[in-house]
């Protein structure tokens, strides 16, 4: 027959191991509804051509955008390096390094790109459709 003393102290082993596990499931709910990793608010705020200049079927021109990235978490935002690309008709006339960095906990940083796009020559896309001229976009249904 087991000693009283030892059921006792089987008895609180079992009751902090309860108590325990109840702590970890309340501190892990608490921290999804509290503490809810959100993805951050990016919002391109302005997009602007300062100058632009067009001779011999060649562009020039300078290309600005101004976003603001805002962090809605109660901790620290990191992101990682990236790049900025200006795509003419698939192909890249502009490219522009955007470093690693941290935004703070309800924070919001405004970031600004501007780059030089040097000569391209324009009318390199695709070639049109012949046909009657149309104006605007042209839309295709899938339904017969």
Known sequence: MAKPESRTNLASCFVATVFLILLLMVAFIVYFTVFKPQDPKIAVSAVQIPSFSATNGNANFTFSQYASVRNPNRGTFS??????????????????????????????????????????????????????????????????
Do not use: E
């Open 79 to 144: 992101h990682y390096d990236s790049s900025l690309q200006l795509l003419y008709y698939g192909r890249q006339v502009g490219f522009m390094f955007v470093p690693a960095g941290k935004i703070d906990a309800g924070r919001t940083q405004y970031m600004a790109a501007t780059f030089t796009v040097q000569s391209f020559p324009l009318g390199t896309g695709p070639t049109p459709v012949s046909g009657p001229a149309m104006w605007g976009p042209r839309w295709r249904s899938s339904r017969k």
